[in-house]
Structure formats: structure tokens, C-alpha cells
């Protein structure tokens, strides 16, 4: 025993030889690396002709006929070009690829003249052949954008540049569609890539093959979408490289931010970023979303007592609705004055608008004849600020002697719930995919569309129908927004849903970017072509 | 030797087997509609039935499973529902990130566990057995959310000697796949760039999660030594005058380590499996990741191929620790 604590001496010394081999060694390796790297951005971020952008989770399929995930659009979006696209900050749509466009008289044919010279990265021209191809392929296909294209009879080439579209029925908001991600046209050179008569779905799961401004150059799985300009299109854009970095954790968003080595970061919740507004690099771009958060209230197939609109009014009473935004979304959110929300044609300042009345809520339960009402309310973690949301609404609905009781699932669990209806009352968000009040008024209220199709409440009430159904088959704007508003004050009446707050759009921007410009019909896509540093 | 591994390789088949048919079936049990998440929210019951059909979902969940096992004895893992690939493929790509990871913080965690497990039994009750106990708890009870956060706050925003986030460089090309494993990798096709690049990429994550196992392998060692030194061969050994590391090394650390082994064994497969955090605080982009997206998304198969894989490693980790028992003592080995 006496000779231990020599060999002790040797297994120390071997302990630390062994540390040192396996940590320090590379960092003395790397020394002069890094810190090149931490220069790099802290000093003049990253170069000038390239764009970071920190985004949270990796995408599923970029195939503009597959996917229906408003997160695959921010890569598509700059890489495919449509007939028509969203103008600036607009919702309305300008010249796109088509330069001009008739529609006819019965609003069954439209027929679209294409600019020449758009190409795709390939050097293909992009002809009427090609927009055929896209819109027959996606019907072909027949997965998630089908839905809206299935009121596409027929496709027709009449030249090179003109093609025209027949639609089996009046569909007024087509145009708008055309403006959405699953309108981008597809090089239909695709048709070589196809695998097992895919249609090419496996190869633009993972490639592009637009003529949009970018390509996608490489896509490491996890990691990062890099972007570089389609050689072939007409003004060539200042960013010659775009990233898209999948950096999950909020933090670390946060702190590479503020070193500089990301220029924009999507995934920072917004306790946070008000923190962070202080930063000298960084810019807070506040913009009105037209991403909305209501309550389905359950009107035909949840507790009895939701069935009388005085019992819904009453719920629509009792909630502060200064105090929930201030709570929920730190004040970076507007109360929703009836379901079109604001900056969306249609959309009626002169709406009623629900507000805080305890008394009233009591005494429109009283009148009803309901007492201890208890309600159970749905909603899954896919939203951060759900939890709080729940549990403020069950405090309000204390007040006036309303029992909630919360029922968390996972997201899969209560998608499927609300759809068979197996609920009382709903947390849920919409944003719109086409610049039109359809995307509400028609979703929301027409009767055919109940259960996850849009009419969550499962409310049912003739006149509205009727009037949707209207506004949906003339093409005649001002005549629609008087039909839409009409049916409107019926559904804030009747109070199917409890119409909360649209969101604010919060993005960290650094100041060195120039030329971004916010379009609500485009959340989390950017205007890349005409961005610069 | 051969026999116990073409046996415990035969075992392998009804583990997997067991395996499929549990989590295939608790999987379709919990409601929720995959065809649902992959058409989006508006479309109508047409377009739906169309996806599920095309998905296979239509069948009776007994045709389902058997039409899983058909492809899977051809290698085939189906088609991921959210990213619309071949799970293999989404498993080649993910699988080496969480490997390279999960080996790193391994061996970290030995190199500095065993020593330290060591330095403990010999100087037991010693400034020496308090400091090491105090290291290895405060990892194992340090959560890695916050080690990692507080590693990223120090060595990247104070210090600036390690990235915060990914793999390797935007700027540095990743090497070319041989086995996947940058490090190695990158050594292998002599690309120095891409070797530092990533060496540097890989210290921070790998620290952060094998500091959480280092106080199973310091604790372990430690117990097993004691009880080692304690017993008459020791004694008999010392009398001969064998001692200092000879005694040490050869004679006491090599039954010490039996029972650590196995302890190591499973904590590796645990590794594997819960490097998830780690994964997501550091931006690692491996199968952790990619596994929990895919449930949110009930992505089938897609958790299948999570879990066959992270059963087939926990298998073949439990055959090499048993190898390794041979290979420690001989007497098992009759």
C-alpha cells in the first residue's frame, strides 16, 4: 500500500495527458480559425452579397403541387414565379409572369397573356406549354393544393404566350390562388426526373425548377437551404447567396443574431424579443398580420347550453380582451372587429365588436336559464402562447360562473377531435393562403365545410349560407363585400366563434438589411430579388 | 466465439420482430390523422381519401403492418409522410450526426471518467474522492438545456472560441461521405479544412452531453475499484511486491471494469437515443430532431425507422459489451 501514491502521480498524469488530448488540442488547433470566424461577423457581419436567415425546423417536401406548409413556402416562394404575384405591402396582385388577363362574362374562362423572356434556371423558356403542365400535373397529382384547383376543368393552350383556364363554376377568388405558392410554375422538363410515374414528386421534394429570381443550389438536410440567383432571369438581385439556417433553439438564434452571423431570426418568442429590442444592430419590424386567434365554440355538437347564441354572446362578454393580448401576445396584437380581419378587403371597420362586460355576460346567461355551466376546452402545444391563453380564459369565464376545464392533447390528437367535433370550445389560429374573404366568410360559416375544412363551430344558419354561397359565385367585388358584410353581422351576433385578436408580425431584422417590405399574404417569405445589404 | 455471436445475431430477429409489431400498433392506436397533416386543413373529403389511399391508410392496420415488414425485409422503410422521402435515406443523412455526437461524448466521458473513477477508489475519503464526486454530480444532475446554454454563453458569447450551432462551417464545404461521420471523415479524404472545421463544431455539443454520463462511469469505476482493491488477491499480489500501476492497472482495474462495462454499454444507448436536447440546443443536425418533428406530424414510419434503428444499435451495443467480457476475463469465455 505504501507505493499507491506514486502510481497515483502516474494515473493523475495520465488522467490529464488523456483530458488534454481529447479537448484542448483542437481548440489550440483552431485557435487561429476561429478567430477569423468571430470577426467575420461581430465586425462586418456576414459578406455583403449574402443573406443569413436563422429559421427553426427543417422543411418537409418543396414540391409547390404537394405542399400546403406555409414554412416550405419562404424556399419556394423565390424560386418558382406565378401568372400573377402579390403587389409590395399589398393583398391585392400585379403582373406576374402573365402580363394581362381577361376573365369572361359568366367568370368561367380566364384567359392570360404571359411576358417573354422569363426563363427557368435552366435556360428553358417558360411558355403557355409549361403553365399547362404545372396546373394539369397538380391536379394529376391529386394531393393537398388539388382542393383548390379542383375547379379546373380544362387548361388551354391557345399560343405560346396566351393560355386560358375553364373552370367548372364561378370562382371569383381564382385569381388570388394563382398569386399562392401552389400557383408557381414548374419547368416541365421535370418529366425527365420522373421516378416510378411520380411525377416528378420525389425530385422538387428536394430541388427546385422554377424561373423565379433564386434556385436552390444545396439543401443539407438540418443543417441549411442555400440560395443563388437563376442565371437566366432578367435583373439580376444584389444577394448572390441566401441562407436559410435550421437553428432550432430560441437562444441561440438570439445570440447569433447579435454577433451578427445571422441577419434575420424567425424563431425568438416575442418575451424575448421585446428584450432585445434594445440591441444597436437590430431592428424590430412590427407588422399587422392577418394570422387571427379565436375560440370555436362548439354550436351544434359540444354541451347543450353552446347551442343558444345568448350563452355564446355571454362567453364573447366575458373575456377583457386589452388584458388577453397584453397577457398572451405582450400587447403586440388588435382585437378582431368581426372574422375579416383588418387589411383583408372586406374587412368592416363598423363591425360590432364584443368588449369586456361582466354584468351583462351574467345576465345573459340568466336569461338563458343556465347555471353552472361547465365547458371543456381543446387545444394541443403547436402554439407557445396556448397554454396562457387557456388558462386567462378560464379566469374570465370564473367571473361570470363558468367552469372551464382544459383539455391539452398532442397536435395530431386534437386536429382529429376537432374535426369529429369532440369538443366544447377550441383554441385555433387561420391565416389566409389566398387574398380573399372567402378564406374566412366561406371557410368559417358555410355549412358544407364543417369539422378542420374551416367550419370548426359547426354552425349552421341558412341565410348565411345563402349569402356566402352568393358572394363566392359573382365576380363583382364591391356586390360582395355588401353580401360578406351582411353575413357578417349575423355571425358576430349569433357569436359562433369568440373572435380574439389578429397577430402583430414581429421579425428581428439586422439594420444592414435593406429592402425587405412585409406583405401579410407572405408571412416568413421574403422578397429576396429586391433585398440587399 | 463465433457461435455466441451468430446466436445472439439470430436473437436479433425476434427482438426487431417484437419491436415492429409493438410500436407499429401503439403508433396507429393514437388518434390522429397522418393523411390529415400532409393535405393541410382545407381540403376537402375527396382530396383526402385520395392521400389516404395513396398512403395505404385505407387498409385494415393488420395489412398495413404486414405490407410494413414485406418492404422492410428489402430494406425498404417506407415513405417519411412529412418530408415526403425514403425514411432510409432521412436515416442515412440524420443517423451519422447523432453517432459522431453520442461517440465523441463517449469516449470524453471514459478518457476523463475512468481516471477520475480511479484517482476517487485509491485516495477514497480524500480531498481528492470529494472533489470527483462533486464533478460527476454536478454533471449527472446539471440538466442539459442548461449546461448547454451556459457552455454556449461562455465559450461562444464571452470567450468566442466555439460556434454555437451546426456541424460545420456555412463557408466550409462538408467532406465527402465515406462514413458519414464528419470528423472522421474529412481525416480520411485528408481535407484539413473540413477536419478543424468540424473537430471545432463537435467540442462544445459533445462536452455538454457527456458531462451528464460522466458521473455514471466516475461512480461506477469507483465502486468496483474499492471493492477490487479490497480483496485477497490484491493483498496476495501486493505481498509478491507487484505494485504501483502494474498492480494497478493489470490487476485491479481490469476486473474493476467488468461490471463498469455494462453500465457503459447501455448508458452509450442511451446516449443515442437522448441526445435530442443536446441536438436542439447546438443545432446538431441528427436524428433527435428529426424524430421529434416527426411525431409531432405522426409520421409513422418514420418513428418506425427511429425506433428499429435505435433497437438494432441497443442490441449490437449488448453483444460488444458481452464480447468485451471475454475478452476481460477468460473464465467466461469456457
Known sequence: ?533 | MKQIIAKRLSLLVFVLFGVTLITFFLSHVIPGDPARMMVGQRADEATLQEVRRQLGLDQPVWVQYFTYVKGLLSGDFGISIRTQQPVANDLITFFPATLELALTAFVIALVVGIPIGILSAVKKDTVWDHGGRLFSIAGVSTPVFWSGLVGILIFYKLLGWFPSSGRIDLSVAAPAQITGLYVLDSLLTGNWQAFANSLWHLILPALTLSFAQLAIVTRQVRASMLEVLGQEYIRTALANGIKGPLLLFRYALRNALIPTITVVGLSFGSLLGGAVVTETIFGWPGMGKYVVDSIAYLDFPAIMGFTIVISVGYVIINLLVDLTYLLLNPQIRE
Open chain 1, 1 to 533: 500500500m505504501l507505493h499507491l501514491p506514486l502510481s497515483l502521480i502516474l494515473v493523475l498524469a495520465l488522467a490529464l495527458t488523456a483530458c488534454s488530448s481529447s479537448t484542448s488540442q483542437p481548440q489550440t488547433d483552431s485557435q487561429p480559425e476561429q478567430q477569423t470566424q468571430t470577426q467575420e461577423p461581430s465586425a462586418s457581419s456576414t459578406p455583403s452579397d449574402t443573406l443569413v436567415v436563422a429559421i427553426t425546423s427543417d422543411q418537409g417536401t418543396l414540391d409547390p403541387a404537394v405542399t400546403m406548409d406555409n414554412a416550405a413556402w419562404k424556399i419556394t416562394y423565390p424560386t418558382y414565379q406565378r401568372l400573377v404575384e402579390y403587389d409590395g405591402s399589398s393583398t391585392e396582385v400585379k403582373p406576374g409572369l402573365a402580363k394581362e388577363w381577361q376573365v369572361s362574362e359568366d367568370g368561367l374562362e380566364w384567359t392570360f397573356t404571359l411576358n417573354e423572356g422569363f426563363k427557368f434556371a435552366d435556360g428553358t423558356p417558360v411558355t403557355a406549354e409549361a403553365v399547362k403542365f404545372t396546373f394539369d400535373r397538380t391536379l394529376a397529382i391529386k394531393k393537398g393544393p388539388y382542393d383548390v384547383y379542383s375547379v379546373i376543368k380544362e387548361v388551354k393552350v391557345n399560343s405560346p404566350t396566351s393560355v386560358t383556364f375553364v373552370l367548372s363554376k364561378n370562382f371569383p377568388p381564382f385569381l388570388s390562388t394563382l398569386a399562392a405558392n401552389y400557383g408557381g410554375i414548374v419547368n416541365p422538363k421535370v418529366k425527365e426526373k420522373e421516378q416510378n410515374g411520380d411525377l416528378g414528386q420525389n425530385y422538387l421534394a428536394n430541388n427546385t425548377m422554377g424561373s423565379g429570381p433564386y434556385q436552390l443550389e444545396e439543401w443539407k438536410k438540418g443543417q441549411y437551404f442555400k440560395l443563388t440567383p437563376n442565371p437566366h432571369y432578367p435583373n439580376q438581385p444584389a444577394l448572390k447567396t441566401v441562407y436559410f439556417k435550421i437553428i432550432a433553439d430560441p437562444t441561440a438564434q438570439r445570440l447569433q443574431l447579435e454577433q451578427g452571423e445571422v441577419d434575420i431570426a424567425e424563431g425568438i418568442p416575442v418575451e424575448q424579443l421585446t428584450a432585445m429590442g434594445n440591441a444597436d444592430n437590430i431592428e424590430l419590424l412590427q407588422n399587422p398580420s392577418l394570422l387571427v386567434d379565436y375560440v370555436y365554440i362548439n354550436t351544434s355538437r359540444g354541451h347543450e347550453a353552446l347551442k343558444d347564441k345568448r350563452v355564446r354572446q355571454a362567453l364573447s362578454y366575458a373575456i377583457d380582451y386589452q388584458a388577453l393580448t397584453e397577457a398572451v401576445q405582450q400587447g403586440y396584437a388588435t382585437q378582431m372587429r368581426g372574422p375579416i380581419p383588418k387589411g383583408l378587403w372586406g374587412h368592416d371597420e363598423s363591425a360590432f365588436q364584443y368588449s369586456y362586460d361582466v354584468e351583462k355576460a351574467k345576465a345573459l346567461l340568466a336569461e338563458a336559464g343556465v347555471t353552472n355551466l361547465e365547458l371543456n376546452l381543446l387545444y394541443s402545444d403547436n402554439k407557445p402562447w396556448w397554454e396562457t391563453e387557456a388558462l386567462t380564459l378560464q379566469a374570465f369565464f370564473a367571473e361570470i360562473g363558468v367552469k372551464l376545464n382544459l383539455n391539452k392533447v398532442a397536435y395530431a390528437t386534437s386536429r382529429e377531435m376537432m374535426d369529429k367535433g369532440e369538443f366544447d370550445l377550441c383554441l385555433g389560429v387561420w391565416s389566409p393562403d389566398f387574398a380573399d374573404p372567402y378564406m374566412f366568410m366561406n371557410y368559417w360559416f358555410d355549412s358544407n365545410n364543417f369539422g378542420l375544412s374551416g367550419n370548426r363551430a359547426f354552425y349552421k344558419n341558412d341565410r348565411v349560407d345563402q349569402l356566402v354561397r352568393q358572394a363566392a359565385t359573382i365576380n363583382d367585388q364591391a356586390e360582395r363585400i355588401k353580401l360578406y358584410q351582411q353575413a357578417q353581422q349575423i355571425v358576430i351576433d349569433e357569436a359562433p366563434y369568440i373572435y380574439l385578436y389578429q397577430k402583430d408580425s414581429l421579425l428581428p431584422v439586422s439594420k444592414q438589411v435593406k429592402g425587405y417590405v412585409y406583405n401579410p399574404m407572405l408571412e416568413g417569405i421574403y422578397n429576396l430579388a429586391e433585398m440587399s445589404k
